[in-house]
């Protein structure tokens, strides 16, 4: 199933709180949930503006239904080809 990275603009995102990050991981989740079972959220990584979301779905229209239904921003989604990392080189 193909693995897509959302980029979600959000001022002052890595200024939340941990109470505020909770109730955005219930909302997805809730969304999720609703959704079934073939969309997956893997991780999310938060900047100073933005957070970075790892989904596994079977197209970007899923995607971007997720953040639609969940009420989150989804500027930019992108779907994932290849990983790499330092063994790569190896």
């Known amino acids: ?8 603009e959000i001022p ?3 200024k939340l709180s941990a109470t505020e990050l909770q109730g955005i991981s219930a909302k997805s989740c809730g969304v999720l949930q609703d959704l079934g079972p073939t969309i997956q959220w893997v991780e999310s990584y938060v ?3 933005k957070i ?7 197209d970007e229209a899923m995607v971007r239904e997720h953040a639609r239904q969940g ?20």
């Open 52 to 58: 970075y979301c790892v989904y596994i779905a079977p």
């Open 12 to 14: 002052g995102a890595g």
């Open 1 to 8: 199933m193909p693995k897509y990275v959302i980029e979600r």
């Open 47 to 49: 900047t100073d503006d």
């Open 71 to 90: 009420g989150f921003p989804a500027n930019k989604v992108s779907e994932i080809r290849t990983r790499i990392d330092p063994t790569t080189a190896e």
